[in-house]
């Protein structure tokens, strides 16, 4: 906020007013579909629940007809289905998607676990912290990597990903108890290289299709897509760990395990995107 007055200024050509119908139509559905599936699983499906789930699905549909019709009007939806409709686009918001969710859930079961395995809050938050700090390390040289690397950057990261998350189930099954935070730290450090080597380059393959004129609303559906995944990861790991009623050790090896899910897709779709060619543009 204090350096915000030297940041460059930009102003649209012309005033835009804000898509008021399919900005209520995306909440209620966000909404909707939030509580359906939280409360889901605690309600074993019952009709609230399934009301919930139809409302999300005809808001959101609803939604959609809607941002067509103001698109062909001439005006501005809030996202605009020509954009939604580019291939890379989508993919790359897909990604980004399965990515944040499989860290929001991994998160999620962390701690919850390794205080089970005798482990205090501080503790376990102190086990995260080379994973965090290795992330922010890395992520400052991320541009260097990719001057190098390309579009493969991304496909390094997410292999990383995915050896760290297997080394870190291989680790809990053999060196469960109150040291486990010490023993986890090889594989989260190797997970924070890879998680920061994935960041830059994903956030790219999303904006990078886009117009220059939309490139404040990519950036938009950017930080959408993450925060909805972030939020539906934690809502299917929970879902998953209320109806097997698994814990401590048995809870983190599901996190991981559908980490691994997701890193093994957002794998796939990297080398798809890669396939399609172009090369990830560097930044200085």
Request: charged letters at 10%.
């Given at each position: 906020?204090?350096?915000a007055?030297?940041?460059?200024?930009?102003?649209?050509?012309?005033?835009?007013?804000?898509?008021?119908?399919?900005?209520?139509?995306?909440?209620?559905?966000?909404?909707?579909?939030?509580v359906?599936?939280?409360?889901?699983p605690?309600?074993?499906?019952?009709?609230?629940?399934?009301?919930?789930?139809?409302?999300?699905?005809?808001?959101?549909?609803g939604?959609?007809?809607?941002?067509?019709?103001?698109?062909?009007?001439?005006?501005?939806?809030?996202?605009?289905?020509?954009?939604?409709?580019?291939?890379?686009?989508?993919?790359?918001?897909?990604?980004?998607?399965?990515?944040?969710?499989?860290?929001?859930?991994?998160?999620?079961?962390?701690?919850?676990?390794?205080?089970?395995?005798?482990?205090?809050?501080?503790?376990?938050?102190?086990?995260?912290?080379?994973?965090?700090?290795?992330?922010?390390?890395v992520?400052?040289?991320?541009?260097?990597?990719?001057?190098?690397?390309?579009?493969?950057?991304?496909?390094?990261?997410?292999?990383?990903q995915?050896?760290?998350?297997?080394?870190?189930?291989?680790?809990?099954?053999?060196?469960?108890?109150?040291?486990?935070?010490?023993?986890?730290q090889?594989?989260l450090?190797?997970?924070?290289?890879?998680?920061?080597?994935?960041?830059?380059?994903?956030?790219?393959?999303?904006?990078?299709?886009?117009?220059?004129?939309?490139?404040?609303?990519?950036?938009?559906?950017?930080?959408?897509?993450?925060?909805?995944?972030?939020?539906?990861?934690?809502?299917v790991?929970?879902?998953?760990?209320?109806?097997?009623g698994?814990?401590a050790?048995?809870?983190?090896?599901?996190?991981?395990?559908?980490?691994?899910?997701?890193?093994?897709?957002?794998?796939?779709?990297?080398?798809?995107?890669?396939?399609?060619?172009?090369?990830?543009?560097?930044?200085?």
């Amino acid at each position: 906020m204090v350096l915000a007055p030297l940041a460059p200024r930009s102003r649209a050509h012309e005033h835009v007013a804000i898509d008021l119908v399919g900005t209520a139509a995306l909440a209620l559905g966000i909404l909707a579909a939030s509580v359906a599936l939280t409360f889901g699983p605690a309600w074993g499906w019952s009709w609230p629940v399934l009301v919930a789930l139809a409302v999300a699905v005809v808001a959101l549909i609803g939604m959609w007809w809607h941002q067509d019709a103001v698109e062909r009007s001439g005006r501005t939806p809030l996202l605009p289905p020509s954009l939604l409709r580019l291939r890379p686009l989508q993919l790359g918001l897909l990604a980004a998607a399965l990515f944040f969710a499989g860290y929001s859930a991994l998160l999620y079961v962390f701690p919850r676990a390794v205080e089970a395995g005798g482990l205090t809050s501080l503790q376990a938050g102190m086990a995260l912290l080379p994973f965090a700090v290795v992330f922010a390390v890395v992520s400052l040289s991320v541009a260097r990597v990719q001057a190098r690397w390309g579009d493969a950057t991304l496909v390094l990261g997410v292999s990383l990903q995915i050896v760290a998350l297997i080394g870190m189930a291989g680790t809990l099954l053999v060196a469960w108890g109150p040291a486990i935070g010490l023993w986890l730290q090889p594989a989260l450090v190797v997970l924070g290289v890879g998680q920061a080597l994935i960041f830059s380059p994903l956030t790219q393959l999303v904006v990078r299709e886009v117009p220059v004129e939309a490139a404040g609303l990519s950036g938009g559906m950017f930080s959408t897509a993450q925060q909805l995944a972030l939020s539906f990861g934690v809502i299917v790991i929970g879902g998953v760990v209320s109806v097997t009623g698994v814990a401590a050790r048995d809870e983190l090896l599901a996190g991981l395990a559908l980490d691994v899910v997701f890193a093994l897709a957002v794998l796939i779709l990297a080398l798809v995107l890669r396939a399609r060619g172009g090369r990830v543009p560097t930044t200085s």
